[in-house]
């Protein structure tokens, strides 16, 4: 057993205490509600806890264990949903105070598939505004555990905050612009943003669908990949989801990067970025080539024009999601949603074809790139975790909001599967991170090489200075 306290155990090591019945899903799910009511009071993680209903499921999940029921990695494990995600147990509000008391009359695909794999429910996390930029004014925003001054990323800032301070064991996110990755990135995590289509989109408050991913946010490779093994495949209710078959992925988890072909483009890795962002993915990059990986120059397509685009594409379609409630409700809107919206609603047909065809193109270019490489090597973001005060002045700037969406936005619009890592501390002591990413459907490999990086490195067990 490692010597890591029970609330920072991993997924696959609780499950394997759980089936030899060493420790207890009840039990487990009790200490966290405990640490929940101790610490979340100051970071903020949660909108809902469900402490009644998480405990009923434990103790469900205690004596089907004693039977030798075993339903996967995920049977007894208390986790943390979004709250976008539709749960008939409880409101979902999608960060919004319209949507406050909605109770939906059914639940998303990926929360029922969770429940039917054993995992315990702890509550809703919170989120910003329609999984927009901001939280709506009148909700406390989730506070960073690495240094309450830091930003946490958005919009799945619930689901950063909870998992890395101990308070679930794993997450679900969204990634619209990068909202899984960049609180991963913030809070020392490890999340995947799947292929766009691997996991259903059903039950889920939308706010760009056609950039929409809903992905697993962990502390290590290998449970990411536990995660996403229950959640992904096909769903009736989802048209948009692929029909591929979901590989197990922690069965070939330990299989290494030997031989695996990473692309780097230097240019677009070091040119504007900080020297300690650039010099720990240069480490990185040496840590795969020295467990076999062949590292690759690689010319990445053009993007900057795209990444201008994600804005406009965002608004547009939030601007589609929001017709039943905008702008009948606007007075109820925050500024920064509704400003999204607005610009959406203004938008012209042939601005609309301008980005589509833009879209195409990239996709296009970085569907050829994958026929030479495997995997590509690339920051999450250009800086270091910012603090809240330097984040409100980038918000000011629309070029500085553009260099930090460079390494995700673009991935967004191409669907393709990411894995973020961190990857070292920065001088302030907070977490570094990095991402690989990969064609289409590519998660076993992206999972696999995730792990075997974090096999011969320890950032992902740093732990943020809560305890």
Known sequence: MSADPIHYKSITELSELFRRGEL?????TEAMLSRIARLDGKFHGYALVLAERAIAQAKRCDAELAKGIWRGPLHGVPIGLKDLCYTTFAPTAGGTTIHAKFVPSFNATIVDR???AGAVTLGKLKMTEGAYTSHHPNDQAPLNPWGVDYWVGSSSSGSGVATSAGLCFGSIGSDTGGSIRFPSATCGLT???PTWGRVSRYGVFPLADSLDHIGPMCRSASDAAAMLG??????VNDPTVLQAPVPDYLAGIGGGVRGLRIGVDRSYTQNGIDPQVAAALLEAERTLAALGADIREVKFPAYEKLVSMWIPMCSIETAEAHLETYPSRKSEYGPDLAQLIEQGRSMSGVEIAQIHHERLKFCGSLAALFADIDLLLIPTMPVPIPTLTKMGEYGADPN????????TAV???SGSPTITLPNGM???SLPLSMQLVGPHLSEDVLA???HAFQSVTDWHTRRAPID
């Open 448 to 450: 696999r090489a995730g």
């Open 114 to 116: 969770l429940e039917q």
């Open 191 to 193: 999340g995947i943003k």
């Open 230 to 235: 229950i959640i992904a495949g096909a769903d």
């Open 411 to 413: 991935f967004d619009f």
């Open 426 to 428: 920065a001088s302030d």
């Open 400 to 407: 500085v909001l553009l260099s930090i969406l460079r390494f």
């Open 24 to 28: 207890l899903p009840s039990k487990v």
